[in-house]
């Protein structure tokens, strides 16, 4: 089966482990911007100075590059295909195949990222106390150990987007039961970290008796505005999914009554208050459901008709096929909504053979909102 992932645009570098190693322009943007950070200093920006931030900028984003390999090797060690490796303005993702994903996935992939960062900085301050490397280039070597230390340290916190967000979100949903819950409680710690982040900037030089600079204050608002959306929009989708996982057939059904064809108007409407049905279903020679029509709109028919009106008159059509187990719950339920959505406003509910119930359209809306 061919791959259905849509494809990040960007520049493609190949492959890793079968992914496809994308680099996006906005990448080279950030990598300029931390050679300027890197190498500025009281004096400015010297070419040399900007040389050597270049450097490295790109050490780190190659330390980046490692981080998300580490996600896929750990995806595919579970046996997981892996489908990109993306490289972003604020870092980058991996995207690999979820379906019938488990806390103990979730937690190890997510694990993984932060893990070989610090396997990085460990064995390069390793080699370099037993090497002792002198001058620039050991300095620069340094440099990259402890932002790989920093890299694995900010994404360990346990908020959404960051890694250690999904970790802690596997926990909860290990324990609960409930990956809904696990994210809303990440995307509430992300919440708290993203405001704390922007909080911090300004309240930590004030406590040590410092004004505030500009660039701790900006960059901790660009922080936040990176963290506060992730988190929301995880927290948004949570409790949308929490929505629809209470959504099923059975929930969203009215009562209705199987009626033959051939049956009068007259018959639909004992029939329907003999069972306390709101809604007719009527049924094919087959015994499929074929149309529908609520019981109210008997009430059009003037009762001196109703003995020699067919259903014809007052029927709805259905498609065949439209029809649901009672049992149908969930994403389940809402994707085949989402298949039949525009062919039909209602569903019929058939247990054991028999109509029950059916599922109209605007109930389900409603319900979701």
């Not at 340290?153 to 609960?176: C, K, Y």
């Not at 660009?222 to 996982?245: D, E, G, M, N, Y």
Request: aromatic share 8%; net charge neutral; hydrophobic share 50%.
């Amino acid at each position: 089966m061919a791959d259905q992932t849509p494809r990040t645009r960007g520049l493609s570098f190949g492959h890793v482990l079968g992914a496809r190693v994308v680099v996006q322009p906005s990448t080279l943007v950030m990598l300029v911007i931390l050679a300027f950070l890197v190498s500025s200093n009281g004096t400015g920006v010297t070419r040399r100075g900007f040389t050597i931030g270049l450097i490295l900028a790109a050490l780190l984003i190659v330390s980046v590059f490692l981080h998300e390999v580490a996600h896929a090797v750990a995806a595919r060690a579970f046996g997981r295909d892996v489908h990109e490796i993306v490289l972003t303005l604020w870092g980058g993702h991996t995207s690999f195949d979820s379906r019938n994903l488990t806390p103990l996935v979730n937690g190890v992939v997510s694990l993984a990222g932060p893990g070989a960062n610090v396997v990085i900085a460990a064995v390069l301050a390793v080699t370099l106390q037993v090497t002792t490397p002198g001058g620039t280039v050991g300095a620069a070597l340094w440099w990259v150990v402890w932002a790989n230390l920093l890299l694995a340290a900010f994404n360990a916190l346990p908020g959404i987007p960051m890694d250690g967000g999904r970790v802690l979100e596997a926990i909860v949903w290990g324990v609960t039961k409930d990956r809904n819950r696990g994210t809303i409680v990440a995307a509430w710690v992300g919440r708290v970290i993203a405001v704390g982040v922007l909080v911090g900037s300004v309240a930590v030089p004030l406590l040590r008796g410092y004004t505030p600079d500009l660039f701790s204050v900006v960059w901790g608002f660009v922080i936040f505005t990176v963290l506060w959306p992730a988190a929301s929009a995880a927290l948004k989708a949570s409790k949308t999914l929490t929505r629809i996982q209470s959504l099923g057939a059975r929930s969203v059904m009215v009562r209705a009554v199987p009626v033959p064809y051939a049956a009068t108007v007259q018959e639909a409407g004992e029939l329907a208050a003999r069972a306390g049905a709101v809604e007719v279903v009527v049924l094919a020679d087959d015994h499929a459901p074929a149309g529908h029509f609520p019981v109210s709109l008997i009430d059009a028919v003037p009762q001196s008709e109703r003995q020699h009106t067919y259903l014809q008159s007052v029927t709805m059509p259905m498609p065949r096929g439209a029809q649901m187990s009672p049992d149908l719950s969930g994403r389940e339920f809402v994707e085949f909504l989402n298949e039949w959505w525009g062919k039909t406003e209602v569903w019929a509910v058939v247990e054991d053979g028999q109509v029950i119930g059916v599922v109209r359209a605007q109930d389900a809306l409603k319900a979701a909102q």
